[in-house]
């Protein structure tokens, strides 16, 4: 029996997909970005065991809440590390009529393989993605997550040719995205693309400093501070997020 990695459960999600959602954080993720607020979820084997069948019995509880747009979405950590479980589990879903949506930073994405396979049969029972352009240069990239983006850009792009649905999230952090060239940078990627529904600027916070403290971690951005208004409103502008469809919920 499949089992997934469960690091919590929130049963009343605002932002996280269209509607009221019932949110599935997974463990394990395989970046390591300095502005994660949830270091506590890197660790797979940190999370506690469910079968799909558990997760959805724990959803369908929340139903009644969901209302015509709701649904569930899991997020992480990052999903696509358990894709077997998540497979199972939105197949599931889907067979009750559930909205379903998947908030990932795609950097599990191949297209080679067995998992590939999986990833196509998972998207047939997706709905939405969430995505997050982490940073638009490769170099930076890889400065910010530890690892490339250049799989991830892939990931993109097939989305794009199978027209799959997505709003696109970028964090604004000051020193590091929060850069004019960057984000006109990002602005020209996400004009390439024909499946975009939403575009989001998520500002910066050190919110989750106080976890990497309780994991003995050193917090490398303890000392950045959240970007003023102006300047998310100038990201917001460069990105041009109110040209998308639904950026107003």
């Not at 696509?80 to 939105?90: G, N, S, T």
Request: hydrophobic share 35%; charged share 30%; glycine share 8%.
């Amino acid at each position: 029996m499949t089992q997934g990695y469960i690091h919590q459960f929130e049963s009343f999600g605002c932002a996280d997909g269209p509607g009221s959602r019932f949110i599935v954080f997974l463990s394990g993720c395989p970046l390591r970005c300095k502005f994660c607020h949830n270091p506590d979820t890197w660790d797979m084997t940190r999370g506690k065991k469910y079968s799909p069948e558990e997760v959805l019995k724990e959803a369908l509880s929340c139903k009644s809440y969901w209302g015509k747009k709701g649904g569930i979405t899991v997020s992480g950590g990052e999903p696509l590390f358990q894709i077997d479980f998540l497979v199972e589990l939105l197949t599931l879903a889907k067979e009750k009529g559930i909205n379903t949506c998947i908030d990932t930073s795609g950097a599990p994405f191949t297209r080679e393989g067995e998992w590939f396979e999986k990833f196509k049969k998972l998207m047939e029972v997706t709905d939405l993605l969430l995505m997050d352009i982490k940073h638009i240069d490769e170099d930076e990239h890889i400065k910010l997550t530890g690892k490339s983006g250049k799989n991830i850009v892939d990931m993109f792009r097939y989305l794009d040719e199978i027209n799959k649905p997505i709003w696109i999230r970028h964090v604004l952090t000051p020193g590091i995205t929060d850069n004019d060239e960057y984000l006109t940078r990002t602005r020209d990627f996400i004009r390439t693309l024909h499946n975009v529904q939403r575009v989001e600027i998520l500002p910066y916070h050190g919110l989750g400093a106080m976890k990497y403290k309780e994991l003995g971690m050193d917090y490398v951005l303890k000392d950045t501070e959240s970007p003023t208004l102006e300047r998310v409103s100038n990201a917001k502008e460069i990105l041009e997020c109110e040209k998308y469809d639904g950026w107003q919920k």
